[in-house]
């Protein structure tokens, strides 16, 4: 399964699929990415990052692929498990002058036993 | 271990009054924030400070204040409030103020404010 955070916020996967959560990012200086989890009733939690000198980088069951000349990010999660199911956040941010940190607008990843 | 907490978890409230959420982290993180999360779970920053000092304030209103009485503890009162002031606030920390990579940040379980 796809989805586009900003258009999407839904994704339903069945136990076992593959899913694919997308993110469009809006600062082209930005050069370090983070996704973040959030599962109900808790706050975001850090699940993987990756600079901007790298276009992929591999995590357990977890893949981010970074595509800066679409502004585009993609958090790939292998064999979706119930536990997967959760509000994915991409953010970025950029080293020059001032740290804001900015998140995306989340998509729900709904995972089907 | 808590890493990064928030007092209190629920906080119900009458619009005009005045309320403090409290927040410490025990990372010796330099850096801690505050989020406001809307219903349709958009999660924007309010403030961040960096060693006790504020570096962003994103267009927020003078109702709230946060104060940062020593590198751990980043507390945010919020005077007047009002029912759009009805969200979950999450205090979160960092160990510096850059975009260096590794300097992810923890966020706190969040306070769920409601204005009546």
């Known amino acids: 399964g796809e989805s586009v955070g900003l258009h999407l916020p839904t994704l339903s996967v069945q136990e076992g699929d593959n899913s694919i959560i997308n993110c469009a990012y809006s600062n082209s200086a930005s050069d370090y990415f983070i996704w973040y989890k959030q599962e109900s009733g808790k706050g975001p939690q850090f699940i993987i990052d990756i600079r901007s000198n790298m276009d992929k980088r591999q995590g357990q069951r977890v893949t981010v692929l970074l595509n800066k000349t679409v502004k585009h990010l993609s958090l790939q999660i292998a064999a979706t498990q119930p536990g997967d199911s959760a509000v994915y956040f991409c953010a970025e941010n950029w080293a020059g002058g001032s740290y804001i940190p900015t998140f995306g607008r989340g998509t729900s990843l709904i995972v089907h036993p | 271990d808590t890493a990064v907490s928030q007092t209190p978890k629920y906080l119900v409230t009458q619009m005009g009054n005045d309320k403090s959420i409290k927040c410490e982290q025990n990372l010796g993180h330099d850096t801690m924030y505050w989020y406001k999360q809307d219903s349709k779970k958009f999660l924007k920053i309010m403030f961040s400070?960096?060693?006790?000092?504020?570096?962003i304030n994103e267009t927020v209103p003078n109702r709230f204040s946060p104060k940062s009485p020593d590198k751990a503890h980043l507390n945010l009162h919020i005077n007047s409030l009002e029912l759009g002031d009805s969200a979950v606030y999450f205090c979160?920390?960092?160990?510096?103020?850059?975009?260096?990579?590794?300097?992810?940040?923890?966020f706190g379980p969040g306070t769920r404010l409601t204005v009546l």
């Open positions: 400070y960096n060693n006790k000092e504020l570096i």
């Open positions: 979160a920390s960092s160990q510096e103020i850059s975009g260096r990579a590794g300097n992810e940040q923890f």
